[in-house]
């Protein structure tokens, strides 16, 4: 081959290789902004929540099993059209005052209610654990 030919293939392959290494750095940045974009979504919906339906709502009975996680009581508040995102109740509960005091049992909650009132519903109040305390 020539000299010259020699020079335009090294040429060609510099430049293929820089194209694929701005093609990676703009798909990472595409990447990045996404994940960016749906976190800070995800925290602002934690902090800014609001009830499934306004006004009166619909009362909804729901048993919660003994021992059942925060994830678990979203799941299936979830499924009972009480939340709108297990994982942003679990995250919420372990934000809140509530956190590990959530207790099973079958409760009446509203769809009009936020996630931190049902947790209150869910919670026994310091009255509660007390008379628990004294009878046990």
Known sequence: MLPGGIRIKNVIMTFLGM??????????????????????????????EEAVSEGDGLEVVVHIPEGASAMEIGEILEERGLVDDRRLFFVRSLLSAYRGKLRGGTYTLNTSM??????????????EDSEKSDDG
Request: charged letters at 25%; aromatic letters at 18%.
């Open 19 to 48: 194209l694929v290494r701005i093609l990676i750095v703009l798909l990472a940045l595409y990447y990045i902004y996404k994940l960016a974009f749906v976190a800070y979504d995800f925290g602002f919906k934690v902090f800014t």
């Open 114 to 127: 936020k996630s931190e009132d049902m947790m209150k519903v869910m919670s026994p109040s310091d009255d």
